[in-house]
């Protein structure tokens, strides 16, 4: 069985990843976690926990049908509490996590969720950049640099740090963000393929899609 495979076991010794800004984490809990997909469709997973974090960032692990991959199909999600939990369809968040659970769950992987808001602005901030972009027709990254911030505040390190702690060294990696297929490769994960997301556009975010795929997202 793979390292990252379900286990049960629920400590590891720490790791040190290249090039990330803290010494090392380790894994603190695994706990078995039942994730609903859709309706009655109910798959075991386990949700892992770590020390040495910046945020209470958690992996999820889905067995799929093949424990035995050095590979697995990697998704890292940042949270997005209005499109995750509300449905919201200003973003394509929402829909991208539920097609990460159902893709993982059939193939086996590793679901890394991020507690970084808003491209790392923080939920009030975020409903602030919705604001400007409602009443004075700003695209996502403007509003964030009239707010001033950066266009994207997130960091992909810890992700990197967190799939090494599960013994990830390469990944199938589940995105149309090139930032991420970069920041895991920079930091020793090496990325074998890119599989592209869905694309999930509806009359609501279309301005938003057009934004991202300006600043280098595959949309296509």
């Given at each position: 069985m793979a390292y990252w495979a379900l286990t049960g076991v629920t400590a590891y010794k720490p790791v040190s990843v290249k090039g990330i800004r803290f010494m090392s984490i380790a894994i603190s809990t695994r706990v078995r976690l039942p994730v609903i997909l859709k309706g009655d469709d109910i798959v075991e997973t386990e949700i892992v926990s770590y020390e040495g974090l910046s945020s209470?960032?958690?992996?999820?692990?889905?067995?799929?049908?093949d424990k035995q991959s050095d590979t697995p199909l990697v998704r890292i999600h940042s949270e997005c509490l209005t499109g995750d939990?509300?449905?919201?369809?200003?973003?394509d968040c929402g829909p991208q996590l539920r097609e990460a659970k159902q893709r993982i769950a059939r193939e086996g992987g590793v679901l890394i969720y991020?507690?970084?808001?808003?491209?790392?602005?923080?939920?009030?901030?975020k409903l602030k950049a919705y604001k400007l972009q409602q009443d004075m027709a700003m695209d996502t990254f403007t509003a964030n640099r009239h707010l001033g911030f950066a266009n994207d505040m997130r960091s992909y390190d810890e992700a990197s740090a967190m799939l090494s702690a599960l013994g990830v060294s390469s990944c199938r990696l589940l995105t149309n963000n090139p930032d991420k297929v970069s920041a895991l490769e920079e930091t020793g994960i090496q990325v074998t393929e890119r599989v592209p997301t869905g694309n999930f556009g509806n009359a609501h975010n279309s301005r938003y899609l057009e934004a991202k795929k300006s600043h280098g997202h595959f949309l296509d």
């Open positions: 209470e960032s958690v992996a999820i692990v889905f067995p799929g049908t939990a509300f449905g919201s369809a200003l973003c991020l507690r970084q808001e808003g491209r790392g602005i923080g939920l009030y901030n």
